[in-house]
């Protein structure tokens, strides 16, 4: 279609020279608008607990409200903050509301905005040590503060990363190439029916089919078995088929249940096995002796998922992965190795002492996400990310007492890291049990007072609670216990 006399399509537009300052605000603008983000930013982290964990919209009303034409023209940086603070951002889970129990909540901070905010100003990228030294520095730095926080030997290492998903695809990739020496088609890969679905998803992206990840069945304590996966391997390798790694995982996200690592690593060093720990919910309870003694032998993996942006209360995106050989990593991820042009790297090519942390994963631009735990734990100090995550232990730990102590209610899984999940039995016949828990946990939810799901334990629905949210209280505990009491009641 022809424009119209007086409008101007974007093709007409892509011929005008582009005016300068067009891209940019004036000082007053940006202050403007950056003083008016601070104070919705300060709003949202105090004012989350008075609004509903789960504010809910349907996908009509959300199209209705955001969904506009293109922008050509300029539009007002203020204002649209402003609709955006009020009118979508808000909507979904809010994970750091006291009464969410849902997922594995995160909290965020205020010095981690600010973290996010300033490495997008600055262009932070800890890539090749050239573009981002200092930035590459302050990740250094930050994980040589998770390893000691953790009880890990110095000589560990690794990067941040998205996520728990991507820093176990980026571990199980580096097994592949150290342990299976290409040969893809017999290989074998252990973990427990529990773990993280992002396993099975990391085991297909490197070449695995379905039948190459064994899932093995936990044993009664629901962590997996080290003589089933001895056993396992045995019969594999008489069968020629090749075993190459375990995942254990710290914590599983259903039950919060862990999987011996010592054990497991006596027999992962008899085969030759990598083990990968998938600690992305669990492992940031080693910050205090009574979590280092619930997930022990962290130390013994090869290489260790955990995120930030779980229990340690970091925003999206902040996962890291920390294994023990770093050389590892470099030796799968490193530009240097592939044959495709690389000439324009040559230049930022690390000497001597220099790192470039995109040699050690699979991102080349990558943000400076260790910044925002640089900053919160520089801010608060980590002895109050300890206490912060004792309370969360002591809080799983005081709901699994209540639970007990209620006659309608029955504990299922005890408190594990901060993890536990219980059914409300109040007279019905067992047969009505999952419809009993999902309409309960829908209930709750409905009250807008707090935010209690489902999971399936043993193949029976049941509720979970995951507790680790240091603003939560006993108080917070005890209504949401009530709310659950009510449902089942049908009050
Ligand atoms: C044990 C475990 N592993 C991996 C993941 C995936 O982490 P992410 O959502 O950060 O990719 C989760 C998420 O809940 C988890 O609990």
Redesign the pocket.
């Known amino acids: 279609m022809t424009p119209g006399p007086g409008s101007r399509g974007p093709e007409a537009e892509a011929h005008l020279p582009y005016r300068p300052g067009e891209l940019a605000l004036s000082p007053e603008e940006m202050r403007r608008a950056g003083q008016r983000a601070v104070d919705l930013v300060v709003e949202r982290l105090r004012g989350v607990a008075d609004g509903r964990p789960h504010a809910v919209a349907t996908s009509a009303e959300l199209a209705a409200l955001a969904d506009r034409p293109l922008p050509e023209e300029p539009g007002d940086l203020t204002g649209l903050l402003e609709w955006a603070a009020r009118e979508v951002l808000p909507t979904g889970v809010r994970f750091d509301h006291p009464r969410c129990f849902a ?2 909540p995160t909290t965020g901070n205020f010095p981690a905005v600010l973290a996010d905010a300033l490495a997008s100003a600055f262009l932070s990228v800890p890539g090749a040590w050239l573009v981002g030294a200092g930035p590459t520095r302050i990740e250094l730095t930050t994980l040589a503060w998770l390893v000691e926080l953790l009880g890990l030997p110095p000589t560990h290492g690794g990067l941040f990363v ?5 820093a ?1 695809l980026t571990a199980l990739t580096a097994a592949r190439d150290h342990r299976l020496g290409g040969d893809l088609a017999r290989a074998r890969l252990y973990c427990s029916s529990q ?2 679905p ?1 396993i099975a998803r990391a085991a297909h992206i490197i070449g695995l089919r379905r039948d190459q990840v064994v899932a093995l069945t936990p044993g009664p304590g629901g962590g997996l078995d080290p003589r089933a996966v001895r056993a396992r391997a045995t019969a594999d390798l008489a069968a020629a088929l090749r075993p190459f790694a375990v995942v254990a ?1 710290v ?3 259903g039950t919060g249940a862990v999987d011996p690592l010592p054990e497991l690593a006596v027999v992962c060093r008899e085969f030759r096995l990598w083990l990968h720990a ?5 492992a940031a309870a080693a910050l205090t002796a009574r979590g280092r003694s619930a997930c022990r032998g962290l130390e013994t993996a090869d290489s260790l ?1 955990i ?1 930030p ?2 229990w340690l209360f970091q925003p999206y ?1 902040a ?1 890291c992965l920390l294994v023990r050989d770093p050389a590892l990593l470099k030796a799968t991820f490193r530009m240097g190795r592939h044959r495709l042009d690389s000439g324009y790297l040559s230049p930022a090519r690390a000497t001597g002492e220099q790192i470039n942390l995109d040699d050690y994963g699979p991102q080349q631009s990558r943000g400076l996400r260790a910044f925002k735990l640089w900053l919160s734990l520089s801010t608060f100090g980590a002895a109050a990310f300890r206490r912060a995550v004792d309370h969360g232990l002591d809080l799983a730990e005081y709901a699994g007492a209540r639970i007990e102590a209620e006659r309608d209610l029955e504990l299922v899984t005890p408190p594990s890291l901060g993890i536990l999940t219980f059914r409300y039995r109040g007279g019905r016949s067992p047969a009505d049990g999952a419809h009993d828990q999902e309409r309960i946990s829908a209930a709750v939810c409905r009250t807008g007072r707090a935010m209690v799901l489902t999971t399936e334990v043993n193949g029976a629905r049941v509720l979970r609670l995951c507790t680790i949210n240091p603003a939560s209280t006993r108080a917070d505990i005890d209504e949401t216990l009530g709310l659950v009491l009510n449902a089942g009641r049908g009050r």
């Not at 998938?278 to 669990?282: C, L, N, R």
């Open positions: 997922f594995v998205s996520g728990g998903s991507v176990n773990a993280h992002s995982t914590g599983t996200t998938d600690g992305a919910h669990g998922t995120d942006h779980k995106e996962g």
